[in-house]
């Protein structure tokens, strides 16, 4: 997830762009990158899928979303699960939400 928020009219190539050019990061690593616009009011996960970039976008009619964005101005990444993500474009703030201990199946021997 981006840290800092982004024009909302770019498409997916100004976007991978930004993702190869800006952040460091492999546009074609199969991972979801996620844009939020300078208002708040859309979200925008572009992907790579086995043979093209694809792109979903999520605009609010009414009401923001919540992202965790850095302080620092530069634009960033921040990983963050499916969980969160869902969270996220679902309107639920992230900041007062607590992630409950689950069991962890250890590490088989070798």
Known sequence: MATQPVDGRKGPDSLMALVRDVLRLDPLSGHLFIFFSKRCDRV???????????MWTKRLEKGRFRPTFSSDRRLSSLAIEA???ALIVEGIEL???????????????A
Do not use: F, K, T
């Not at 925008?44 to 694809?54: H, L, P």
């Not at 900041?95 to 021997?109: C, D, I, T, Y």
């Open 83 to 85: 969980a969160e993500l």
């Open 44 to 54: 925008r996960i572009v992907y790579w899928d086995r043979n093209g970039y694809a």
């Open 95 to 109: 900041a007062g939400a607590r992630r409950r201990p689950r069991w962890q199946p250890s590490a088989l021997p």
